[in-house]
């Protein structure tokens, strides 16, 4: 009989949540995943300060966002400092991001160019998209529109939303390059696609005016439709202005407010 419970009972501690025995990172984690994220952050603390750069960047996001603390861009910029300084790219980026802002730093564009420079380098593509979008502007570095679009070609090809839009609009008007409305079209439909509100305006604009594409009201209006949601004013101005015109279409009649 005692054997027999001896079996029960080791089976139950085999069963027990592995919470209890996991590896402070892990339990950090599940603290996590699970929304508490004070617990997190406790529980990371003593490995990022012992060095663990993964945690000290995790820190900084946590700090930079407001989860589990007060947000604060100055402790935030002194955890990925450090994560920065060990090599880790995501921090890199987010650092070189805070002295491009001004978060929790003064402004400072070299500063800016240099570490998002290092994470770009090692292929982050958040830090491509803005390399990029210094390059464009001529922040920190002299204005480059061909190199902005190298960059802005590298985080794209990685689904960077705000670079597809942003070769898009380089095609479209010729930055750098000879204007291509076809390849302008191109990259509207990825980030249009993958949820910017900016390009599915585009999108419908492109489609209206047959740019780059065979003109369709219809597929006009339903981008135009798809952007208003989001409460974009110039879709919601065109998605009215395209239903007029189809209206008058089936019906003979319509109002015309005029596109913009």
Do not use: C
């Amino acid at each position: 009989m005692k054997t027999a419970f001896t079996h029960i009972l080791i089976g139950l501690l085999f069963y027990l949540p592995t919470t209890l025995n996991a590896e402070p990172r892990e339990e950090g984690l599940i603290a996590y995943k699970q929304g508490r994220y004070l617990d997190a952050i406790n529980i990371w603390r003593p490995l990022a300060e012992a060095g663990d750069a993964e945690l000290q960047y995790n820190l900084g996001v946590m700090h930079s966002d407001g989860r589990g603390v007060e947000q604060d861009y100055k402790v935030a910029h002194q955890w990925f400092l450090q994560a920065a300084k060990k090599g880790d790219a995501d921090a890199q980026a987010r650092l070189g991001k805070m002295y491009a802002l001004s978060q929790g730093v003064e402004k400072n564009y070299s500063e800016a160019e240099k570490w998002i420079r290092r994470a770009a380098d090692k292929g982050n593509a958040n830090a491509q998209y803005n390399l990029g979008v210094l390059y464009a502007n001529g922040l920190g570095i002299n204005q480059d529109h061909e190199l902005a679009m190298r960059w802005y070609y590298r985080a794209a090809d990685q689904g960077h939303i705000g670079a597809q839009f942003n070769l898009g609009h380089m095609h479209e008007k010729g930055l750098g390059i000879p204007k291509d409305l076809n390849e302008a079209f191109r990259w509207y439909d990825k980030a249009a696609r993958a949820g910017a509100a900016d390009a599915q305006a585009n999108l419908g604009r492109m489609y209206y005016l047959g740019l780059g594409v065979n003109k369709d009201e219809i597929l006009a209006y339903a981008w135009f439709s798809v952007a208003a949601e989001k409460k974009l004013e110039n879709a919601i101005k065109n998605q009215a202005f395209v239903f007029n015109r189809i209206f008058k279409f089936l019906f003979g009649r319509y109002t015309e407010p005029g596109i913009g």
